[in-house]
């Protein structure tokens, strides 16, 4: 699976747009991005995934480069239960066949 | 709630110990993943089953074993423990149909807190 990059922290305020970069300049043409988040000591959580289209859910937003190499998770309007550790991960989608490496990810601080 | 359990919550042992963590994943839901999550170490992944069948493994040490049963819970054993192996595990789910394109969203359970004393 391919190698990602984020930044170690991040802080938002509450109400605004929380942007969370990830680097992932070695993905294959197969490999899908995909975002957990994990809220202190919980399992973690599935928020969204793509491939090359930028993508929505009720969660977030997931806007993937032209050339692959980067994203950007995008929380709308933070709130405080929006702090957690965010995880971007690629990998093939097959889930019989391939698995999850997390990395460190980004912790993200939302203040009041 | 992600519809995944695991039991039980809290651990408290001794090194030298064996014990047992139990998952039942979601209904439906064909793949069982284990991971261990410690303060040095991050989450790390240790091992998959697919409909009973061992499907994938990670960095499992050997005195770590797994398996999941017919009705598709799975059991993680832990044995001759150490202090080191006091951790956060957690066991995900996913449909994993193989030959269906799945898209790796995996359910994860609350975790089980194992104290290793």
């Known amino acids: 699976d391919a190698k990602t990059t984020q930044p170690p922290s991040m802080d938002c305020a509450e109400g605004r747009a929380a942007n969370l970069p990830c680097n992932h300049s070695t993905i294959s043409g197969n490999e899908y991005v995909y975002w957990y988040r994990q809220i202190h000591s919980q399992g973690p959580q599935y928020i969204i995934h793509?491939?090359?289209n930028n993508e929505t859910n009720e969660m977030a937003s997931l806007i993937i480069t032209e050339d692959r190499k980067s994203s950007t998770l995008i929380l709308p309007h933070a709130t405080l239960r929006d702090t957690a550790v965010y995880y971007c991960?690629?990998?093939?989608?097959?889930?019989?066949?391939?698995?999850?490496?997390f990395g460190k990810g980004t912790m993200l601080l939302v203040s009041p | 709630d992600s519809g995944v359990t695991q039991t039980p919550k809290h651990l408290i042992t001794a090194t030298g110990q064996r014990v047992t963590l139990r998952c039942s994943p979601r209904?439906?839901?064909?793949?069982v993943y284990w991971y261990q999550q410690s303060l040095d170490q991050g989450l790390q992944f240790l091992i998959q089953?697919?409909?009973?069948?061992?499907?994938a493994k990670g960095n499992i040490l050997e005195r770590f074993s797994a398996q999941q049963f017919p009705d598709l819970h799975s059991e993680l054993n832990l044995s001759s423990l150490e202090l080191g192996d006091s951790a956060l595990y957690f066991c995900a789910s996913s449909l994993g149909l193989a030959g269906v394109y799945s898209y790796n969203e995996q359910f994860f359970g609350p975790g089980t807190r194992l104290t290793v004393l």
């Open positions: 793509g491939l090359k």
């Open positions: 991960i690629v990998s093939f989608p097959f889930s019989g066949y391939s698995t999850l490496t």
């Open positions: 209904s439906g839901d064909l793949s």
């Open positions: 089953y697919y409909n009973g069948e061992e499907r």
